[in-house]
């Protein structure tokens, strides 16, 4: 961008920017408006709070604020491997070592089994709202559409503080592995600054050049980026097969005898840990507007990818278990010690780059993602609209996934891994939850056309089921070993189901592709995502809270200003146009 005037005839900076590009609305062009503006927060609230977007307005109106479009250049097979590189990550060299040992035992292959279920259930729902709505801003457009402008800010705002620090997450990690391959401690890859407090001191410089290098490359071309993840994500798949044949040729079977040590609930807390190495797949549906044919691509890529994923941790845990005893496995290295203790101290090795390629894939699908949650949320104005810009030439968002990079680099260059690992929250989970209801909503609500008895039943029949399903997740989390909360929840949330189901009439069916068995499989996932919810540490809420706060003050004083007026510009402009319209039809009638 070079100096010059902008198109509202402000002076932009030598940098090229100025503050049309961060607040070009009404309420900030001037003190006065601005306080005139705050005067009238509560008249704002009540018309934004609960304000839905429309399919047509995503799909045009909105994804038009970006002046050029992304580019339409992928196909089924590029979502597929997306989704396994976006997925597959380090979660399986870590979190099965704490699941098997502690809670599962041999049984942890059930627990894979349940957990990628219950992240399948999400996919299908996802799938859904991706091929009738394939923008940019994944659940963020579908919480908006469906449940109001309100939630989808505070989830978008949210998930976008989990994908950073799960980027620097990832990206110091990429660290600690590299430092394996070379039989080095992982700090002596970083430098120590004494003078800054101890979780902050070990700078890591590789953390954040990785981070460069898949920022530029994401800038550079979608379909670029999307061969890049192919061959390295065939490459890790490559070495997990490697791994399997291996460990199978040293296989115990009489390390299975004991399968459940800890009885179901042993299983079933596995499987709430196990279900975070599933996560990603959501950053994968922002890609939906890049992707050729969505009502064929987008179903085939993402419920393709999670089945083979799943299938994948299946063979890979089972075979952990036929190596070693459960009660052996190290927590931390679980795959890297139990081929040391079969003589094949070698595979370390192997674990390592299969790790190193797992993370640099996870990477290239968590800046993609985030940088398109972004545009979206720039293209609403909740966020600063220069970030919903498309580059002309590349036709990929290059400003926000520089600004989002910039922030995971910075943020992975100082902060140990300790640190990240206790700010991953519940986000994921809530995000999950929420687009379940959405899509219940999606198809049993269109405002004008649902009768109000409907309406009535169907808030009925939801505040039961959300009801229900928290009091499933709360009577596990308090630790009771009796069946008798189970026995009056479950039921009250299958019989609110099936009220759902009996009671209350469709009244939108999916065009192109759409989840089976509705209301069964969304009320399952939200109620499944919830119970998982109930196994997050009580510190994940308060940080939650904490965060959620600072996103209310920035709703309240910038973001509800900010879209209120970008919302009254595109109704007036829409208004516009249709008398026009109107004006141009009785003119032709009145000369015929």
């Known amino acids: 961008m070079e100096g010059g005037e902008n198109e509202n005839g402000g002076k932009k900076r030598g940098c090229g920017c100025s503050k049309q590009d961060f607040l070009p609305e009404e309420s900030f062009q001037s003190c006065r408006s601005y306080l005139n503006a705050l005067c009238n927060t509560k008249s704002r609230l009540r018309d934004r709070l609960l304000a839905r977007s429309?399919?047509?307005?995503?799909?045009?109106?909105?994804?038009?604020?970006?002046?050029?479009?992304?580019?339409?250049?992928?196909?089924?097979?590029?979502?597929?491997?997306?989704?396994?590189?976006?997925?597959?990550?380090?979660?399986?060299?870590?979190?099965?070592?704490?699941?098997?040992?502690?809670?599962?035992?041999?049984?942890?292959?059930?627990?894979?089994?349940?957990?990628?279920?219950?992240?399948?259930?999400?996919?299908?729902c996802y799938t859904e709202f991706c091929v009738e709505l394939p923008v940019a801003g994944g659940s963020f457009t579908y919480l908006?559409?469906?449940?109001?402008?309100?939630?989808?800010?505070?989830?978008?705002?949210?998930?976008?503080?989990?994908?950073?620090?799960?980027?620097?997450?990832?990206?110091?990690?990429?660290?600690?592995?590299?430092?394996?391959?070379?039989?080095?401690?992982?700090?002596?890859?970083?430098?120590?600054?004494?003078?800054?407090?101890?979780d902050y001191s070990h700078l890591d410089p590789i953390?954040?050049?990785?981070?460069?290098?898949?920022?530029?490359?994401?800038?550079?071309?979608?379909?670029?980026?999307?061969?890049?993840?192919?061959?390295?994500?065939?490459?890790?798949?490559?070495?997990?097969?490697?791994?399997?044949?291996?460990?199978?040729?040293?296989?115990?079977?009489?390390?299975?005898?004991?399968?459940a040590p800890n009885g179901i609930r042993g299983i079933l807390k596995a499987s709430s840990i196990l279900f975070f190495a599933y996560v990603g797949f959501d950053g994968v549906a922002t890609l939906g507007e890049e992707v050729k044919n969505p009502g064929r691509d987008i179903p085939i890529g993402l419920i393709g990818s999670m089945l083979i994923i799943i299938l994948l941790y299946c063979l890979l845990s089972a075979t952990l278990i036929l190596i070693q005893p459960y009660y052996q496995i190290d927590v931390n290295a679980p795959f890297?010690?139990?081929?040391?203790?079969?003589?094949?101290?070698?595979?370390?090795?192997?674990?390592?780059?299969?790790?190193?390629?797992?993370?640099?894939?996870?990477?290239l699908a968590n800046i993609l993602g985030q940088a398109r949650y972004f545009t979206h949320i720039g293209r609403t104005h909740m966020a600063p609209p220069f970030l919903a810009t498309i580059n002309e030439k590349t036709r990929t968002p290059v400003n926000a996934t520089v600004v989002m990079t910039l922030v995971n680099s910075i943020v992975g260059f100082f902060t140990s891994l300790d640190v990240l690992a206790n700010l991953l929250s519940l986000t994921t989970l809530l995000i999950f939850s929420l687009v379940a209801l959405a899509l219940l909503v999606?198809?049993?609500?269109?405002?004008?056309?649902?009768?109000?008895?409907?309406?009535?039943?169907?808030?009925?029949?939801l505040m039961l089921i959300i009801g229900s399903s928290i009091a499933t997740a709360v009577y596990w989390a308090i630790g009771k070993n009796g069946w008798t909360g189970y026995a009056v929840t479950v039921p009250i949330w299958f019989i609110a189901t099936l009220g759902l189901n009996l009671?209350?009439?469709?009244?939108?069916?999916?065009?192109?592709?759409?989840?089976?068995?509705?209301?069964?499989l969304p009320s399952a996932s939200f109620a499944t995502n919830v119970f998982i919810m109930a196994s997050v540490d009580g510190a994940s809420y308060v940080r939650f809270g904490i965060w959620t706060l600072l996103l209310l003050l920035y709703y309240v004083f910038i973001a509800l200003h900010a879209s209120y007026d970008a919302a009254k510009e595109t109704t007036d402009t829409t208004s516009a146009a249709t008398a026009t319209c109107l004006e141009d039809g009785g003119a032709s009638q009145l000369h015929h």
């Open 207 to 259: 953390a954040a050049v990785v981070s460069l290098l898949i920022c530029i490359a994401a800038c550079m071309s979608t379909k670029g980026s999307s061969r890049f993840n192919s061959i390295a994500t065939i490459v890790h798949v490559l070495v997990l097969l490697f791994i399997l044949i291996v460990g199978l040729t040293k296989a115990n079977p009489q390390h299975f005898s004991n399968f």
């Open 503 to 520: 009671m209350v009439k469709e009244a939108k069916k999916p065009k192109l592709w759409g989840v089976p068995l509705v209301p069964w």
């Open 144 to 198: 908006r559409v469906e449940l109001g402008d309100f939630v989808a800010y505070i989830a978008a705002g949210n998930i976008l503080f989990e994908y950073v620090v799960a980027g620097a997450s990832v990206a110091r990690s990429w660290t600690s592995y590299l430092a394996t391959l070379f039989n080095h401690d992982p700090n002596s890859f970083r430098f120590h600054a004494s003078s800054f407090p101890e």
């Open 54 to 124: 429309a399919d047509h307005m995503e799909l045009h109106e909105i994804r038009g604020r970006s002046q050029h479009e992304m580019k339409k250049r992928l196909n089924w097979w590029d979502i597929i491997w997306f989704g396994i590189g976006a997925v597959m990550g380090s979660g399986i060299f870590v979190l099965t070592g704490e699941a098997a040992r502690n809670h599962s035992g041999p049984a942890v292959v059930v627990s894979y089994l349940i957990s990628g279920m219950t992240a399948l259930l999400s996919v299908l």
């Open 442 to 461: 999606r198809r049993y609500y269109v405002g004008g056309e649902t009768t109000s008895s409907n309406r009535n039943k169907l808030i009925l029949f």
């Open 336 to 363: 890297t010690l139990a081929f040391q203790a079969i003589g094949l101290k070698w595979a370390k090795y192997i674990v390592a780059l299969g790790a190193l390629k797992g993370m640099t894939t996870v990477l």
